[in-house]
């Protein structure tokens, strides 16, 4: 099967993926905080960036490489951590380092991944990335740098605009709890997914047939306290970072440093001060706070405060959005959901698609701009499009 003709666009990933999962695992994926409105303005925000074409340049061959973080990376773009990433499908981590790997871009892991730093080791390429909820004990934290080092990652993401637990009402609304638990409600909608169904049942089939995060197997006791629905296990263990959390970070992580979650311009400058290698812009795609602009409003902001190399994520749905955040002051772009739907679509051969039409997007865009390699963006003319109001 041709996929470029059944699916063309992540917007067709993304309804082939909710028709095959579980409803509560579909809004574990899909859903804000709130009313949504910061999710929804990610997107309206994207969509009010135009550029001017640029005309008669004659044939053109696009080169999509570029260098980030000392890294040759053939695309601009990775893959984003995202907690249990295994409730989307069977193996989510395997298969996407194994794509990333092939594909010669990021791959991200989560600290409440379904999988371990030890479990991706043989799957991993040379570009991957350790995703931090910050421990409060000092002894684990030592332990955790120390495992995903061994393992083969070679930067650290900490994330810090999760200070406490979102509410993410449609999550709740679904009966999904945590750690995941197969109530009646919910079995009945796994019944009719039977793809999902088996693959968790033949993948999980020592753990009751349902993932866990199982990086924080080594320091729960199997009698932790009860949690909330969307405040998971790993909430026993982390703190709320501050200044001095960072800096013990970078006095002992020997690696590239990320700070994930950087939305007000303000707070480059200290980081870059501390030793930080690169800021993460983003609103954490409307998952954790109802109230905030659309990263790419603020992109601009930060990018005029700090010399440091940004990533930007947050409401990309296309390669037209991948250049806008690359012309707005993004150096790189991570996408959390995009790859999840394409796993949820597709399976194994997902990813992979993904990453063949983010390409092709990319080249089609950047030949009507009459880019030939990411660096002419800087020579690009933004417009603004007002947004259309319903009639």
Known sequence: MDLHQHYPGLSDLRRR?????????????DSGT??????????????????LPSILHG???????????????????????????????????????????????????????????EDLAPHLGGDAWFQLYPPKDEEIRRDMLARARTAGFNTLVLTVDVPVASRRERQVRSGLTQPPRLTPRLLAQVAQCPAWALGMARHHRHEGGMPHMRTLDKYISEHSQSLSSTAHIGYLLRTSPDWGYVKWLRDNWQGAFVIKGVMRPEDAAPLQQIGVDALWVSNHAGRQFDGCPATIEILPEIRAASTLPLIFDSGIEGGLDILRALALGADFVMLGRAPHFALAALGAAGPGHLCDILRKDLEANMGQLGLKSLSDLASLQIRNIPLQSDP
């Open 59 to 117: 044939p053109q061959q696009v080169d999509l490489s570029t260098r980030f973080l000392g890294q040759d990376c053939a695309l601009p773009f990775g893959f984003s951590p995202l907690g249990m990433s295994g409730l989307i499908w069977p193996d989510a981590e395997g298969h996407l380092a194994r794509c990333a790997a092939r594909q010669n871009i990021p791959y991200s892991l989560s600290t409440v991944a379904s999988q371990s730093p």
């Open 34 to 51: 709130g009313q949504e409105a910061t999710k929804r303005r990610n997107r309206s925000a994207l969509d009010q960036i135009g550029f």
């Open 17 to 29: 993926a909710q028709q095959r999962l579980p409803k509560f695992v579909w809004e574990y994926l």
